[in-house]
Nanobody
Framework: QVQLEESGGELVQTGDSLRLSCELS????????MGWFRQAPGKEREFVAS????????YYADSVKGRFSISRDNKKNMVYLQMNSLKPEDTAVYYC?????????????????WGRGTQVTVSS
């Protein structure tokens, strides 16, 4: 019903910036909060950022506050994650996520829709 597709992941160096994109498609009559999660090898999938239907409210993991910024363009059915001052610890597969519930709920792992992920690698 709701499909998500990420893009933009690539190999970068420490301190670089990168923007990930997520395109929403499929028919739905429910407004969705959107977010990003990531999973590194040997690690649990963790929350990164989320944004409300209107874009007025955002949430961030402590590890990315001040460095990452989530935004959305509902006219284009797009969600973005701007990542600045990247660190090797940011290396992971990044997943776009959606939920008909709140952005706060999404930040707590309440996810209904997942993208297939895009690889971000930050070299030392």
């Amino acid at each position: 019903q709701v499909q998500l597709e990420e893009s933009g992941g690539e190999l970068v160096q420490t301190g670089d910036s990168l923007r990930l994109s997520c395109e929403l498609s499929g028919r739905t009559f429910i407004d969705v909060s959107m977010g990003w999660f990531r999973q590194a090898p040997g690690k649990e999938r963790e929350f990164v950022a989320s944004i409300a239907w209107t874009g007025a409210t955002t949430y961030y993991a402590d590890s990315v506050k001040g460095r990452f910024s989530i935004s959305r363009d509902n006219k284009k059915n797009m969600v973005y994650l701007q990542m600045n001052s990247l660190k090797p610890e940011d290396t992971a597969v990044y997943y776009c996520a959606g939920s008909p519930q709140t952005a706060q709920g999404l930040s707590r792992g309440n996810v209904d829709f997942w993208g297939r992920g895009t690889q971000v690698t930050v070299s030392s």
